[in-house]
Structures are given as structure tokens and as C-alpha cells.
């Protein structure tokens, strides 16, 4: 990656003094969290507390793409001249939008997200052909999006029915994640709440895959990230260090009134599949870029060389 130029409004100095859950009891609109958190209620007595995320978090990053290439669409469509004719521009040229969802809804006025909220037949069957079909446009999504099946059975029983699933997706329906209706780390740190708060509901240790968001800012801090510097996580759970690297950085720049600056080159390391997953949705979701690896760091660590490019073993 080259300069970066300015930011957004999360990387600045305020990313200490926000909080996530802010939610005002006279303010109608629900605050990010207690939507993701009525998503979960939704599935909730389908699975164990700890499981929901594997379930509702692709979902929420699946919602956040698809809402996020709509915005690209329209902005397509008003030199277009029609969304129609946008859909079909991208489908033939798909280096014009970062992730191409290959989901086209039958009136192009409506979001692509209305595809998934449509379904109505063999919903988890569906459901997971679709997050597939995402992956296979988007190669480096493999593995990330695709991960859970959303018609999985245990002894001839659906893990989540196609009842539960249809309130999971209206749930996540209920609000828009595109570029202009949340910011992008608002979305993260949401992220970072359900991990935790599934954490706490399995009676398990945030800890194996979240370090507190206190802890992760202080820990960014005394690093003193500079421009272009490397950081890596030899066990980087969901990520959440390494990001808080780039905010701490984005912080100080901006206090330096410098617009333009290279950003951290990022590596990691996690050996859980599911927290791994993670890890890259939390940086996707960040608009960051970085190399994170799947693996036993004191077995077959990824990263030996000098230049910190991935060792295949």
C-alpha cells in the first residue's frame, strides 16, 4: 500500500473517549450492539451461547458487503445512468468495486441484501450457496465467509432451523451497514461486543480470542507506532491488537495534522479456524490490509523470513 491519505472520523483522537454502547434511552434508534445482540436472541436456544457467533457474524459481514456494493453500485449508476446498467458494468468489469457479490435482486432499484432477505424455501441450504458463490468471486474471502452451514444437522436435527434463520436475517435487515450509515470501526468494535459477550454467555475466557479493548489501547500506545513499521501477532486471536496499532498511529497523525502517511504493515498468526475467520472479517471490516495466517505459531510458525512474507511449510 502506498500514503495514506486522511482517514475517517473513528481515527481520531476521540477513540478514547467513545464508547461503543451509548445508547440513549430517548433516542428511538437502537444503538449497533443491542441490534447485533437482538440478532443473537433471535437464534437464541438453537445454539449454545459461545456457537452464535460462528452463525451471526458472517451474516453481519455479509450484510456489511453487500450494503457497502450497493453504495459502490449507485455511485456507478449516477455516471451510468441507472443501477441496471451498473449491475451489468461491474458484472463485466469487477475491478471496479472492491468485493463483487454476485447477487443481483429482480428490480436493480432494490439493495442486494433483499436477495438473502427473500428467501423463503430451503432458506439455510440457500443461504450457504450464497456465501459460497461470494467467496468463489472474491478469493481472498475463501475460507473467511464460507466457513458455516447454515443447514448443518446434528443426528438428522437442523442446528438452526429455517424459522430461526428467516428472524436472523430480518433482524440483520433492520439496519443499513453501508459506507455513510455506520463507520467502519463502530462495525469492529460491535465485532469485538459479541465476541465478548459470547465469551462470557459460554463460560469461557474472553481472553483466548479477545484482549480488552482498555488493554489493547494502552499495549497500541506504548508501542508508538510510526508510519510504514512493521507489527506482527504471533497469536492474534481476532485481531483487535493489531488494529488498535493502526488506530494508535491514525491518532497521532492526526494530532501532527499529517494527512498523508503509510499505514502499518500488519501480520498475524491464530491458531483457531473460527477466530482466525474472524480476524480477517475485523480487518476487512476496518478497511485495513494485512496478511494474517492460520496455524500453530510455536509449531509451524508462518512468518521466518526477514521480510515477514508467509513461509509455506
Not at 458472517?58 to 451498473?86: H, Q, S, W
Not at 461486543?193 to 494502552?218: C, D, H, M, N, W
Request: charged content about 25%; proline content about 4%; overall charge neutral.
Amino acid at each position: 500500500m502506498g500514503e495514506r491519505s486522511g482517514r475517517t472520523a473513528w481515527q481520531n483522537s476521540s477513540i478514547f473517549r467513545n464508547e461503543i454502547f451509548m445508547a440513549n434511552s430517548n433516542n428511538t434508534d437502537k444503538s449497533l450492539e443491542q441490534w447485533l445482540w437482538d440478532a443473537a436472541c433471535s437464534i437464541r436456544g438453537a445454539k449454545e451461547a459461545a456457537k452464535y457467533k460462528d452463525f451471526i457474524l458472517p451474516l453481519v459481514f455479509t450484510k456489511r458487503l453487500c450494503d457497502v456494493y450497493d453504495d459502490e453500485l449507485n455511485r456507478i449508476a449516477k455516471e451510468m445512468g441507472g443501477r441496471a446498467k451498473a449491475f451489468q458494468l461491474v458484472k463485466h468489469d469487477k475491478k471496479l468495486v472492491r468485493f463483487y457479490i454476485p447477487l443481483e435482486p429482480a428490480d436493480p432499484q432494490e439493495p442486494v441484501w433483499s436477495v438473502i432477505r427473500k428467501l423463503a424455501n430451503n432458506i439455510g441450504q440457500e443461504l450457504t450457496t450464497y456465501l459460497i458463490e461470494i467467496a468463489k468471486a472474491n478469493p481472498q474471502l475463501g475460507g473467511i465467509i464460507d466457513r458455516v452451514d447454515f443447514n448443518a444437522t446434528t443426528h438428522g436435527q437442523r442446528d438452526i432451523s429455517d424459522d430461526r434463520l428467516s428472524a436472523l436475517i430480518e433482524q440483520m435487515s433492520l439496519k443499513r451497514l453501508g459506507l455513510s450509515d455506520v463507520e467502519a470501526d463502530i462495525i469492529g468494535r460491535s465485532y469485538e461486543y459479541l465476541i465478548r459477550k459470547f465469551a462470557e454467555g459460554g463460560g469461557q475466557s474472553a481472553g483466548e480470542f479477545y484482549t480488552p479493548k482498555e488493554v489493547g489501547l494502552i499495549m497500541a500506545h506504548i508501542l508508538e507506532p510510526e508510519p510504514g513499521m512493521e507489527v506482527y501477532d504471533p497469536c492474534c486471536g481476532s485481531g483487535g491488537l493489531l488494529i488498535k496499532c493502526q488506530m494508535a498511529l491514525d491518532e497521532q497523525m492526526n494530532l501532527r495534522s499529517r494527512k498523508n502517511y503509510a499505514p502499518l504493515k500488519i501480520y498475524g498468526q491464530e491458531y483457531t479456524a473460527t477466530t482466525w475467520a474472524m480476524a480477517n472479517m475485523n480487518m476487512i471490516i476496518h478497511d485495513l490490509e494485512g496478511v494474517i495466517e492460520i496455524g500453530d505459531t510455536f509449531k509451524n510458525p508462518k512468518f521466518r523470513g526477514g521480510d515477514r512474507r508467509p513461509v509455506r511449510s
